[in-house]
């Protein structure tokens, strides 16, 4: 089984900070991609920025410039750095990560998905 913590959220004033970390632990033998998406009420979960192993990044236009995803792979763990913080990044922040496990029911090595607890960021105007 694979768990991941979320942490650092919160809230914030319009123009300020924040920075989220995710944590995994488990029976990992490899995070692949690792990411972040958001949910804020009546709208459907977004990506926000994803990165590979390698560390290639990918992010969503909205946040290009203002949010910086890295990782510490000894570690386990994502980050994503919010600059700039809007009323509209107000969300759900939820982790994601691609695991390279055993699976058991197919007796064999291979990719599952798992997700955070979500946790809470609120830009105030």
Not at 9 to 27: E, K, W
């Amino acid at each position: 089984q694979v768990q991941l913590v979320e942490s650092g959220g919160g809230l914030v004033q319009a123009g300020g900070s924040l920075r989220l970390s995710c944590a995994a632990s488990g029976s990992i033998f490899s995070l692949k991609i690792m990411g972040w998406y958001r949910q804020a009420p009546g709208k459907q979960r977004e990506l926000v920025a994803a990165i590979t192993s390698g560390g290639s990044t990918n992010y969503a236009d909205s946040v290009k410039g203002r949010f910086t995803i890295s990782r510490d792979n000894a570690k386990n763990t994502v980050y994503l750095q919010m600059n700039s913080l809007k009323p509209e990044d107000t969300a759900v922040y939820y982790c994601n990560a691609d695991v390279f496990v055993f699976i058991i029911t197919a007796q064999a090595m291979g990719v599952k998905d798992y997700w955070g607890q979500g946790t809470q960021v609120t830009v105030s105007s």
